[in-house]
């Protein structure tokens, strides 16, 4: 079964640092998420992308974070200087997005960001 | 009030048991509506999508109603591997901006 893959699955970081969070969305979906979820909160949305740019972003996707699909398979989301709030569990989700149809999201098992 | 409202729970049943879940959202022009599970420090997976007219998935029945702006997820016969916290999710439009509550944590026990 097809799935949606992320490394790392474990990131310690120290505050100020970049990290760089990857994710090989399902291959023949079209639309990639982020959603992130604190220890012990919901599940929070954080951007959407479609056809090489970015579709919807929410409140907490400000300038410190980016993403980038550099190549036909991954999809990247980088924190440029990480605060101790950026704690969470990061998951990328892919859908097929078929014209008239819903489709499922599918989502990753997660990248846990630890920043110190 | 709250963009999806759910019962934190946790409920505790004992295996067999029946058990519902309820969840209220706030936008009435929310499009769809969906039913996740999460186990401890995974990812969320779709358990089911929600329709109007109800709709049944083995042990699982979720039902709609549009006019109350209320979701609701029933498990027949409860078995020890349905523990973990349900989500109920709610899409506003067409983008999949998933709005997720915050979960119904669910315990069977032997």
């Known amino acids: 079964e097809p799935e949606v893959t992320q490394t790392p699955s474990h990131q310690v970081t120290q505050m100020g640092q970049e990290v760089i969070l990857r994710c090989v969305p399902i291959s023949n979906h079209l639309y990639f998420y982020w959603y992130r979820q604190i220890l012990g909160q919901k599940v929070e949305f954080l951007v959407s992308?479609?056809?090489?740019?970015?579709?919807?972003k929410s409140e907490i996707f400000d300038d410190q974070f980016s993403v980038e699909r550099p190549d036909g398979s991954n999809f990247t989301l980088k924190i440029r200087s990480t605060k101790l709030e950026d704690s969470a569990m990061y998951f990328c989700a892919s859908r097929l997005g078929l014209a008239g149809g819903a489709g499922e999201l599918f989502f990753g098992e997660g990248s846990r960001l630890t920043v110190l | 009030r709250k963009e999806v409202e759910q019962d934190p729970g946790p409920f505790n049943v004992p295996e067999g048991a029946t058990v519902a879940f309820n969840c209220t959202y706030s936008?009435?022009?929310?499009?769809?509506f969906f039913w996740y599970r999460q186990d401890c420090r995974k990812e969320p997976k779709l358990l089911m999508s929600?329709?109007?007219s109800g709709n049944e998935d083995g042990r699982f029945t979720a039902q709609l109603n549009r006019a109350s702006q209320y979701i609701s997820l029933l498990i027949r016969d409860s078995k020890l591997s349905d523990s973990a916290t349900y989500l109920c999710?709610?899409?506003?439009?067409?983008?999949?901006?998933?709005?997720f509550g915050s979960g119904t944590r669910l315990l069977v026990r032997p």
């Open positions: 936008n009435s022009a929310s499009q769809s």
């Open positions: 999710v709610v899409n506003p439009d067409s983008s999949y901006k998933l709005i």
């Open positions: 929600v329709y109007s």
């Open positions: 992308f479609y056809n090489n740019e970015i579709s919807e």
